[in-house]
């Protein structure tokens, strides 16, 4: 049994550590600087989600970020036991478990859809001979900006869930 918690909370902190820290470069430093660069930082953010699986890796670490904390918890919990949830410790990890939740959701249901599309139109762009036209420009730029968004709201639900998981463990 201890080898199974062992290998939860390595697949827990390390998946963690990708999904949080990719979210983090992104909001801080990657966006900022594609958003400076212009119409040249649309090529960089095709080229990240394009063709180096960056959405695909962040969606499998979170994935399984969100499944081993889960596990963890119905472990830890005694099985959603009251007495748990109620004290300063489950409180902290209920928090940082519902913040980190509430991130993924906003990756799958905004980030993931909106990346897609503006891989799609991307494409479109290459084939009609690399020249987007006014509809594609507003699209792309509606699209940049609401994926910009929501990667901003997850880095700071994923700040807050880092901060509750890193105290939990010294609160009673």
């Known amino acids: ?48 989600a394009g063709t180096n699986n960056f959405p695909i890796v962040m969606l499998i670490a979170a994935t399984l970020n969100i499944v081993a904390g889960l596990l963890l918890y119905w472990r830890d919990s005694n099985g959603l036991s009251a007495d748990y949830m109620s004290s300063p410790q489950g409180m902290a990890i209920s928090t940082g478990m519902i913040t980190a939740i509430i991130a993924y959701v906003m990756g799958i249901t905004i980030n993931r859809p909106g990346t897609a599309r503006m891989a799609k139109i991307g494409s479109e762009i290459a084939t009609a001979g690399g020249k987007p036209n006014d509809g594609q420009m507003a699209e792309l730029g509606r699209l940049k900006n609401r994926i910009f968004t929501s990667t901003r709201y997850m880095a700071i639900l994923l700040l807050i869930t880092v901060v509750a998981m890193a105290i939990a463990r010294y609160l009673y």
């Open 1 to 48: 049994m201890q080898e199974y918690i062992i290998i939860l909370r390595i697949l827990h902190i390390a998946c963690g550590v990708l999904w949080a820290g990719g979210i983090f470069m992104l909001a801080l430093f990657i966006m900022p600087a594609v958003d400076a660069s212009g119409p040249e930082g649309g090529k960089v953010m095709r080229q990240l």
